[in-house]
């Protein structure tokens, strides 16, 4: 017969096993340095073929693609293979997928409107994913990225269409990069 | 004199209070995630989880991961309301 329990080790119990969920935070950083690493390049390629007047440029976005597939079974794996689900992922999902989705309709617009008018917005939102997942994951450098990229995409709206690729690539380092590997470093 | 209050038998039990306190933290938890952090056999884990099903304070479901069987467990607003009376009745007992 197990003995009957205190109320101090009832509440030892309660708070041990509350704390013992929390997750290693560097498992988080696959993600942003994926995408990080991947759209510098892709900015870089853009910049640098613009720079030889090659007319068609963008077309290092193709890469995008081929990171999305990357990232989703990436993602999957990761899913599959994970035995808990916290709220934080719960929250990081549906801030990752919004933001997607508002990426796209922005690269939309950008058929519309050009992609000079554009890419302030893409930075800024680049900008709130970083902001909001260091606030859930209570990690400083991501937030601080965060507001890097939304000071760089305020100034993208006053410059022309190559320098915004290039203010494009700083945003990510600082936002991404930089975080990532801080991120992937921590022991937290 | 204080008034003590009745701790919930469900949940004053070492194994079935640290299972729902795992639970009461995540969204949702694998059997050997559980197991892991509780440190208990497969044999009274289960036999807590199906206790504490019957109780419905969890959501047990029960699928296949390739062709692993899965057991994955959920706490529902039930057990949550039972937990914090639960933390409410010890806090009459320690005077906090």
Redesign the interface.
Same mark, same amino acid.
């Given at each position: 017969m197990?003995k009957e329990?205190n109320?101090?080790?009832?509440?030892a119990?309660?708070?041990n096993?509350?704390a013992?969920?929390r997750q290693k935070l560097s498992e988080n950083s696959v993600h942003y340095l994926l995408w990080g690493w991947s759209v510098l390049l892709a900015a870089t390629i853009h910049y640098i073929l613009m720079q030889f007047n090659y007319s068609q440029a963008y077309l290092s976005w193709l890469l995008m693609p081929v990171t999305g597939v990357v990232a989703i079974l990436f993602g999957r794996k990761q899913h599959?293979t994970a035995?808990?689900?916290?709220?934080i992922?719960?929250a990081m999902t549906y801030l990752w997928l919004g933001l997607v989705v508002m990426i796209l309709l922005s690269l939309f617009a950008a058929s519309q409107i050009g992609f000079q008018n554009v890419y302030p917005l893409l930075i800024w939102l680049y900008g709130l994913g970083t902001f909001v997942s260091g606030g859930l994951l209570k990690f400083r450098p991501l937030l601080w990225g965060g507001v890097a990229s939304w000071i760089i995409g305020t100034f993208a709206l006053f410059v022309p269409f190559e320098q915004q690729l290039l203010l494009l690539a700083l945003s990510i380092v600082t936002s991404y990069i930089i975080p990532g590997h801080l991120l992937a470093a921590s022991k937290a | 004199m204080t008034q003590f209050k009745t701790?919930d038998p469900i949940l004053?039990?070492?194994l079935r209070?640290?299972v729902i306190?795992?639970l009461?933290?995540?969204?949702?938890?694998?059997f050997?995630?559980l197991r892991?952090?509780?440190g208990a056999t497969a044999g009274n884990l289960s036999v807590q989880i199906d206790k504490l099903q019957e109780a419905a304070y969890i959501q047990v479901v029960k699928d296949f991961?390739?062709k692993k069987p899965r057991t994955t467990c959920r706490i529902t607003a039930v057990g949550k309301t039972a /937990?914090e009376g &639960? @933390?409410t009745a /010890?806090k009459t &007992? @320690?005077h906090v």
């Open positions: 197990e329990l109320e101090k080790e009832s509440l119990i309660i708070s096993m509350i013992s969920t599959l035995t808990v689900r916290t709220h992922d719960q | 701790l004053h039990q070492s209070l640290a306190s795992v009461i933290a995540v969204d949702s938890a694998e050997v995630y892991e952090k509780t991961n390739g /937990l &639960y @933390i /010890l &007992y @320690i």
